[in-house]
């Protein structure tokens, strides 16, 4: 069957793959043909995913990504990689008045510098071929829109969407592309470690023209078509998903 | 740890606060709590109190005496 967005004999790094979106991208590529190298810090968490995958060559590597050793060891055992999705990655609400410096580091270290450090490493040992594909799980929020009490998660993903573009512009002569996909919210685990009641749920849940969060997998398609040949010619592109939220 | 302080660092995340504090208010009927002010008492247990609080057991509290209880117990 013809099928543009196969990803048959490629090799792909996914980042955050023992939970949520990252897990998600990681089953749903394996299911199109792609072999997968799954990294995240907690081991039982990242042998579930395996168990998860559609049968390939696919491996998992235990590290701390805001560890700089850590990236250099995991980069070290990679084979050429045709395409790699950074989704590992924090959320958290903080008030201005709360912020503190550790704060900053916290969200700085694994929303901003792990991705940027990873891909320097990936480029620098020459892991990324020629037509590769790079994904960055950005956000809607500090791209497209802000809201209350979200201002350093905003802050880590503007500065990622600055990055994936200079990083587009920069690899386009070796014809390696960087594209983001840009949700707003999707149905994690992540999103119960947010303090919430049901009312403002519900109220923020009204915001949006399709009256509903996305799903993981939705994030997945978005990113299957960015590692896919389909989009050979796209590069330093944001896909925004957000069931119409940023349109009012 | 001590309620009356504690009830004096909820208090202090308010911008303004028109009524009293007792162990006995329901501080999500208080006028002027919102879901800002909610962030500000879980960073300020946070910081006060070494306590990270749960989500879901700060959403079951509605008087500062549970509040309290709720932080005491993870002491
Ligand atoms: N959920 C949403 O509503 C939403 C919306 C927009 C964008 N996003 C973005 O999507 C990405 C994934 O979010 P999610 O909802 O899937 O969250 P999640 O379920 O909490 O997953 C986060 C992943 O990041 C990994 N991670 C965190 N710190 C790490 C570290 N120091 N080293 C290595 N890995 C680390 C975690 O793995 P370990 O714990 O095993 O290390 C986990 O696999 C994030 O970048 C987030 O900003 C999420």
Known sequence: ?????????????????????????????????????????????????????????HKYIVADITIEEDIITIVEQLPTLTGCVHSAGILGLVPIQAITKAKINEFEQINLHAPILLTKQLLKRKKLAKNSSVVFISSAAGVYRVSTANALYAVTKSG????MRSAALELASKNIRFNSVNPAMIE????????ISEEQKNANLAQ?????????????YATIYLLSDASAWTTGTEIKLDGGLTLS | MDIQLFIQNVADQFDELNVELTPETNFRKVEGWTSLVALLVITMVDEEYGI?????EMRKTNTIQELFDLVASKQ
Do not use: W
């Open chain 1, 1 to 57: 069957m013809h099928n543009p967005f196969a990803l048959i004999g490629k090799t792909i790094l996914v980042t955050g793959a023992s939970s949520g979106i990252g897990r998600t991208i990681a089953i749903e590529c394996s299911k199109l043909g792609a072999d997968i190298i799954l990294t995240g810090r907690n081991e039982s968490r990242l042998q579930e995913t395996l168990s998860q995958l559609k049968e390939g060559q």
């Open chain 1, 160 to 163: 990622l969407d600055a990055f």
């Open chain 1, 188 to 195: 994690t685990e992540a999103l119960s470690n947010i303090p």
């Open chain 1, 208 to 220: 949006y023209p399709i009256k509903r969060y996305g799903k993981p997998e939705e994030v997945a």
């Open chain 2, 52 to 56: 990270v609080l749960p989500p879901e």
